[in-house]
């Protein structure tokens, strides 16, 4: 049972560059979270969808953008990614209520 | 403003002592709270939760107490392990709101 799956696991961009981060679940459920965390920040949430076809902004949205692609799959883009963007990406998911599940996370250097 | 509050960035145990790690919260409408464990290079896990009609919830070495009128809750650990070093997240949510709201985390650490 893989859980939450997260891609890629590191990743280097410079600023100005754009990327995706991947993020599936095979336990299905109907809401899915992107947060970031940050030293001494704790877990901020960026993004969040309460069920497929639906997206809504957490506490720090700007400069991100997300997916839903579908059950599965809530991807998490970053157009013109900043050094301020520098962070560790996590991916979460959940049914029962708030009892979520995270991926293994994303470590992003913006240079 | 934070609405949930881990005021201890860090916490040294003995192997086989107590390690309470506390969490106060503002927000009087937070009706469930969670803690997470995470381990590092690793995503965050559940570890235990409490509804606000309990004041004490158990499972195994692990146990949670609220305490409504002071709006704090703490997780019990016995007894410490090595094992048991990592980072400790306090969560809250309110109503039928599925978005917990996180502290910034206690880093335990058990010696041997």
């Known amino acids: 049972n893989a859980g939450v799956t997260q891609t890629p696991k590191f990743q280097v961009l410079k600023t100005g560059q754009s990327m995706t981060l991947q993020c599936a679940q095979d336990?299905?459920?109907?809401?899915m979270y992107w947060y970031r965390q940050d030293p001494g920040m704790g877990l901020r949430l960026i993004y969040y969808?309460?069920?497929?076809?639906?997206?809504d902004k957490g506490e720090v949205p700007n400069g991100y953008n997300v997916s839903r692609l579908n059950k599965r799959e809530f991807s998490l883009r970053l157009e013109s990614a900043a050094p301020s963007q520098t962070s560790v990406y996590f991916c979460?998911?959940?049914?029962?209520?708030?009892?979520?599940?995270f991926g293994a996370g994303t470590r992003l250097s913006v240079l | 403003d934070q609405q949930v509050k881990q005021n201890s960035p860090s916490l040294s145990v003995q192997e086989g002592r107590i390690s309470i790690l506390n969490c106060d919260y503002t927000?009087?409408?937070?009706?469930?709270f969670l803690w997470y464990k995470k381990y590092p290079a690793e995503g965050p896990t559940f570890l235990i939760s409490?509804?606000?009609?309990?004041d004490k919830n158990e499972d195994g070495r692990f146990t949670v107490f609220l305490n409504k009128s002071a709006k704090h809750l703490s997780l019990h650990i016995v007894p410490s392990q090595p094992g048991d070093s990592a980072v400790y997240f306090c969560?809250?949510?309110?109503?039928?709101?599925?978005?917990?709201?996180f502290g910034r985390g206690t880093s335990l650490i058990v010696h041997p």
């Open positions: 979460a998911s959940s049914e029962a209520r708030n009892i979520q599940y």
């Open positions: 336990m299905n459920h109907n809401s």
């Open positions: 969808s309460a069920s497929e076809g639906t997206t």
């Open positions: 927000n009087s409408m937070f009706d469930y």
């Open positions: 409490i509804s606000s009609i309990k």
């Open positions: 969560a809250a949510s309110e109503g039928g709101s599925y978005i917990p709201t």
